[in-house]
Protein backbone atom coordinates (compact mmCIF):
# COMPACT_ATOMS: atom_id res chain seq x y z
CA UNK A 1 0.00 0.00 0.00
CA UNK A 2 0.97 3.58 -0.08
CA UNK A 3 -0.02 6.74 1.19
CA UNK A 4 0.12 10.04 -0.50
CA UNK A 5 0.52 13.40 1.14
CA UNK A 6 0.27 16.85 0.96
CA UNK A 7 0.70 19.66 2.84
CA UNK A 8 -0.66 22.77 2.51
CA UNK A 9 -0.98 24.53 5.80
CA UNK A 10 -3.39 22.65 7.43
CA UNK A 11 -4.97 21.26 4.13
CA UNK A 12 -3.84 18.00 2.98
CA UNK A 13 -5.59 16.96 -0.48
CA UNK A 14 -5.10 12.95 -0.57
CA UNK A 15 -5.28 11.51 -3.82
CA UNK A 16 -5.44 8.01 -5.34
CA UNK A 17 -2.94 7.19 -7.87
CA UNK A 18 -3.67 5.50 -11.31
CA UNK A 19 -7.62 5.30 -10.36
CA UNK A 20 -10.47 6.58 -11.80
CA UNK A 21 -12.52 9.85 -10.66
CA UNK A 22 -9.65 11.16 -8.40
CA UNK A 23 -6.61 13.74 -9.57
CA UNK A 24 -4.36 15.13 -7.00
CA UNK A 25 -2.39 14.33 -4.15
CA UNK A 26 -3.69 11.78 -1.86
CA UNK A 27 -3.98 8.24 -0.15
CA UNK A 28 -3.94 5.27 -2.63
CA UNK A 29 -3.89 1.60 -2.19
CA UNK A 30 -2.51 -1.33 -4.44
CA UNK A 31 -2.03 -4.83 -3.77
CA UNK A 32 -1.13 -7.56 -6.11
CA UNK A 33 -0.86 -10.53 -3.93
CA UNK A 34 -3.29 -12.93 -2.60
CA UNK A 35 -6.96 -11.53 -1.54
CA UNK A 36 -5.48 -7.90 -0.83
CA UNK A 37 -2.45 -9.45 1.43
CA UNK A 38 -2.67 -6.23 3.45
CA UNK A 39 -0.52 -3.18 2.70
CA UNK A 40 1.86 -4.36 -0.48
CA UNK A 41 4.14 -2.68 -2.41
CA UNK A 42 3.29 0.31 -4.34
CA UNK A 43 6.27 1.08 -5.20
CA UNK A 44 6.57 0.27 -8.84
CA UNK A 45 3.48 1.70 -10.13
CA UNK A 46 4.73 5.08 -8.41
CA UNK A 47 6.13 7.85 -10.69
CA UNK A 48 5.47 11.26 -8.53
CA UNK A 49 3.60 11.78 -5.69
CA UNK A 50 2.71 14.79 -4.05
CA UNK A 51 1.89 15.65 -0.27
CA UNK A 52 3.45 15.85 2.72
CA UNK A 53 0.72 13.73 4.10
CA UNK A 54 -0.40 11.85 0.59
CA UNK A 55 0.56 11.99 -3.27
CA UNK A 56 0.23 10.98 -7.12
CA UNK A 57 -1.83 11.68 -9.98
CA UNK A 58 -4.91 9.91 -11.39
CA UNK A 59 -7.23 9.93 -14.70
CA UNK A 60 -10.33 12.03 -14.49
CA UNK A 61 -13.71 10.63 -14.98
CA UNK A 62 -14.64 12.10 -18.11
CA UNK A 63 -11.81 13.41 -20.18
CA UNK A 64 -13.76 16.77 -20.94
CA UNK A 65 -14.08 17.52 -17.40
CA UNK A 66 -12.06 18.00 -14.38
CA UNK A 67 -13.15 15.96 -11.15
CA UNK A 68 -13.00 17.98 -7.84
CA UNK A 69 -9.96 17.28 -5.90
CA UNK A 70 -10.18 15.74 -2.95
CA UNK A 71 -9.36 16.68 0.37
CA UNK A 72 -8.68 15.71 3.63
CA UNK A 73 -9.17 18.99 6.18
CA UNK A 74 -6.49 17.49 9.10
CA UNK A 75 -7.34 19.14 12.07
CA UNK A 76 -4.72 19.94 15.04
CA UNK A 77 -4.70 17.59 18.11
CA UNK A 78 -7.18 18.99 20.32
CA UNK A 79 -5.24 17.38 23.67
CA UNK A 80 -3.03 14.75 24.02
CA UNK A 81 -0.99 13.45 21.23
CA UNK A 82 -1.51 10.05 20.12
CA UNK A 83 1.15 7.11 21.62
CA UNK A 84 2.53 5.88 18.97
CA UNK A 85 2.15 1.83 19.76
CA UNK A 86 0.09 0.38 16.76
CA UNK A 87 -3.31 0.75 18.87
CA UNK A 88 -5.66 3.32 17.10
CA UNK A 89 -7.37 3.69 20.58
CA UNK A 90 -6.51 7.36 21.44
CA UNK A 91 -9.21 10.44 21.51
CA UNK A 92 -6.61 11.86 18.94
CA UNK A 93 -7.34 9.60 16.34
CA UNK A 94 -11.25 9.88 17.37
CA UNK A 95 -11.12 13.05 15.60
CA UNK A 96 -8.40 12.11 12.84
CA UNK A 97 -9.09 12.97 8.90
CA UNK A 98 -10.18 9.76 7.80
CA UNK A 99 -9.88 8.09 4.20
CA UNK A 100 -11.20 4.84 3.23
CA UNK A 101 -12.77 3.09 -0.12
CA UNK A 102 -9.80 2.97 -2.18
CA UNK A 103 -8.82 1.70 -5.31
CA UNK A 104 -6.40 -0.66 -7.07
CA UNK A 105 -3.74 0.55 -9.68
CA UNK A 106 -6.10 -0.98 -12.85
CA UNK A 107 -8.95 1.74 -11.03
CA UNK A 108 -10.87 -1.30 -9.91
CA UNK A 109 -12.53 -0.88 -6.07
CA UNK A 110 -10.36 -2.62 -3.54
CA UNK A 111 -10.99 -5.95 -2.46
CA UNK A 112 -9.71 -5.23 1.15
CA UNK A 113 -10.34 -2.95 3.41
CA UNK A 114 -7.88 -0.26 4.37
CA UNK A 115 -8.58 3.04 6.53
CA UNK A 116 -6.16 5.96 6.79
CA UNK A 117 -6.38 8.63 9.77
CA UNK A 118 -4.37 12.07 9.82
CA UNK A 119 -3.97 14.46 12.68
CA UNK A 120 -1.07 16.79 13.24
CA UNK A 121 0.26 19.50 15.94
CA UNK A 122 2.46 21.79 16.56
CA UNK A 123 5.86 19.13 16.72
CA UNK A 124 4.16 16.38 14.05
CA UNK A 125 2.36 15.07 11.25
CA UNK A 126 0.51 11.89 12.45
CA UNK A 127 -0.33 9.05 10.13
CA UNK A 128 -2.04 5.65 10.54
CA UNK A 129 -2.62 2.57 7.87
CA UNK A 130 -5.01 0.45 9.53
CA UNK A 131 -5.40 -2.96 6.85
CA UNK A 132 -7.80 -5.38 7.96
CA UNK A 133 -8.08 -9.12 6.79
CA UNK A 134 -8.39 -12.63 7.81
CA UNK A 135 -6.80 -14.36 10.27
CA UNK A 136 -4.53 -16.25 7.75
CA UNK A 137 -3.65 -14.08 5.46
CA UNK A 138 -2.22 -11.69 8.41
CA UNK A 139 -0.03 -14.62 9.81
CA UNK A 140 1.29 -14.89 6.04
CA UNK A 141 2.44 -11.37 5.63
CA UNK A 142 5.99 -11.52 4.67
CA UNK A 143 8.88 -9.56 6.04
CA UNK A 144 12.69 -10.66 4.78
CA UNK A 145 14.02 -7.24 4.85
CA UNK A 146 15.17 -6.76 8.46
CA UNK A 147 17.82 -4.26 8.37
CA UNK A 148 17.12 -0.48 8.04
CA UNK A 149 17.30 0.73 4.30
CA UNK A 150 17.52 -2.67 3.47
CA UNK A 151 17.21 -3.70 -0.45
CA UNK A 152 14.19 -4.55 -2.06
CA UNK A 153 11.84 -3.80 1.22
CA UNK A 154 9.13 -3.28 -1.45
CA UNK A 155 8.98 -6.69 -1.96
CA UNK A 156 7.94 -7.32 1.39
CA UNK A 157 4.42 -6.51 2.69
CA UNK A 158 4.73 -2.91 3.92
CA UNK A 159 3.46 0.59 4.04
CA UNK A 160 4.99 3.44 1.71
CA UNK A 161 4.53 7.54 2.66
CA UNK A 162 5.54 9.51 -0.20
CA UNK A 163 5.53 13.14 1.15
CA UNK A 164 5.72 16.03 -0.68
CA UNK A 165 5.51 19.24 0.71
CA UNK A 166 5.56 21.90 -1.98
CA UNK A 167 2.48 19.98 -3.93
CA UNK A 168 4.74 20.66 -7.46
CA UNK A 169 5.36 16.80 -7.67
CA UNK A 170 8.82 16.88 -8.85
CA UNK A 171 10.41 16.12 -5.66
CA UNK A 172 9.64 14.06 -2.78
CA UNK A 173 10.36 11.89 0.58
CA UNK A 174 9.52 8.19 0.55
CA UNK A 175 9.36 6.12 3.86
CA UNK A 176 8.98 2.80 4.03
CA UNK A 177 7.85 -0.08 6.84
CA UNK A 178 7.73 -3.29 6.59
CA UNK A 179 5.21 -5.90 8.43
CA UNK A 180 7.86 -6.24 10.73
CA UNK A 181 8.60 -2.77 11.33
CA UNK A 182 11.52 -2.10 9.53
CA UNK A 183 11.80 0.98 7.60
CA UNK A 184 13.59 2.26 4.78
CA UNK A 185 13.78 6.06 3.74
CA UNK A 186 14.82 8.67 1.05
CA UNK A 187 15.10 11.81 -0.71
CA UNK A 188 13.96 12.12 -3.91
CA UNK A 189 15.35 15.36 -5.89
CA UNK A 190 13.72 13.24 -8.60
CA UNK A 191 11.72 9.73 -9.03
CA UNK A 192 14.95 8.23 -10.49
CA UNK A 193 17.64 9.46 -7.84
CA UNK A 194 16.79 8.41 -4.24
CA UNK A 195 19.52 10.35 -1.86
CA UNK A 196 20.15 7.63 0.61
CA UNK A 197 21.73 10.23 3.18
CA UNK A 198 18.30 11.28 4.10
CA UNK A 199 18.48 9.57 7.70
CA UNK A 200 15.09 11.65 9.32
CA UNK A 201 14.39 10.63 13.00
CA UNK A 202 10.66 9.68 13.13
CA UNK A 203 8.53 6.65 15.00
CA UNK A 204 7.13 4.38 13.49
CA UNK A 205 5.44 1.27 15.04
CA UNK A 206 3.87 -2.00 13.57
CA UNK A 207 1.15 -4.02 15.49
CA UNK A 208 -0.18 -7.05 14.01
CA UNK A 209 -3.55 -8.05 15.34
CA UNK A 210 -6.51 -10.46 14.79
CA UNK A 211 -8.35 -8.70 12.21
CA UNK A 212 -6.03 -6.08 11.35
CA UNK A 213 -2.51 -4.44 11.40
CA UNK A 214 -1.42 -0.85 11.40
CA UNK A 215 1.58 0.85 10.86
CA UNK A 216 1.52 4.18 13.02
CA UNK A 217 3.63 7.17 12.21
CA UNK A 218 4.56 10.22 14.15
CA UNK A 219 6.83 12.50 11.57
CA UNK A 220 7.98 15.51 12.80
CA UNK A 221 8.12 18.75 10.87
CA UNK A 222 11.68 19.14 11.09
CA UNK A 223 12.73 16.50 9.11
CA UNK A 224 11.54 17.91 5.69
CA UNK A 225 14.08 20.26 5.72
CA UNK A 226 15.06 19.96 1.83
CA UNK A 227 11.59 21.35 0.93
Known amino acids: AAVFLRIEGQM?????????????????????????CAMRTLART???CALFCLFTACRAEDEKKETKKPEL??????KDAPKIDGVLDDDAWKSAATAK????GEGAAAQGKTRVLVTQDEKNLYVAIEGFEDEATLKGLTAGVTQHDGEDIWQDDEVELFLDPTGKRNSYYQIIVNSKGVTW???????KNPDMAWEPKYQAVVKLGEKSWVVEFALPWSIFEKT
Open 12 to 36: LPPFFPLAPKTQPVMLSENNPRKKW
Open 46 to 48: LVC
Open 73 to 78: KVAKVE
Open 185 to 191: DAWHENP
Open 101 to 104: DFFT
